[in-house]
């Protein structure tokens, strides 16, 4: 069974950072794209950032230019470099694959971030 496990979240002050990190169980070579949602309470799941085996990247409006997403196929990880981070990006951020072919996506259980002064 495929497993992701988000790590780094955490509370931090507005304009400060953070490095979400997605740890696959196998080899991200498996998989098309993989990539960052989040949830905020009583909002809807939204796209944040997605990456292509061939790292290609994707970014919604609201964090472009503030966050990064890349990938180590090394150490089959993701990683999400938050900066600039603003109170509306408190959510709980999730990770997720798409595996080749099939097309399966596979969800992390989630990483707390939370901005707040």
């Known amino acids: 069974q495929v497993q992701l496990v988000e790590s780094g979240g955490g509370l931090v002050q507005p304009g400060g950072s953070l490095r979400l990190s997605c740890a696959a169980s196998?080899?991200?070579?498996?998989?098309?794209?993989m990539g960052w949602y989040r949830q905020a309470p009583g909002k809807q799941r939204e796209l944040v950032a997605t990456i292509t085996s061939y790292d290609g990247t994707n970014y919604a409006d609201s964090v472009k230019g503030r966050f990064t997403i890349s990938k180590d196929n090394a150490k089959n990880t993701v990683y999400l470099q938050m900066n600039s981070l603003k109170p509306e990006d408190t959510a709980v951020y999730y990770c997720d694959a798409q595996a080749k072919f099939s097309g399966s996506h596979y969800w992390g259980q989630g990483t707390q971030v939370t901005i707040s002064s």
């Open positions: 196998g080899s991200i070579f498996n998989f098309n794209v």
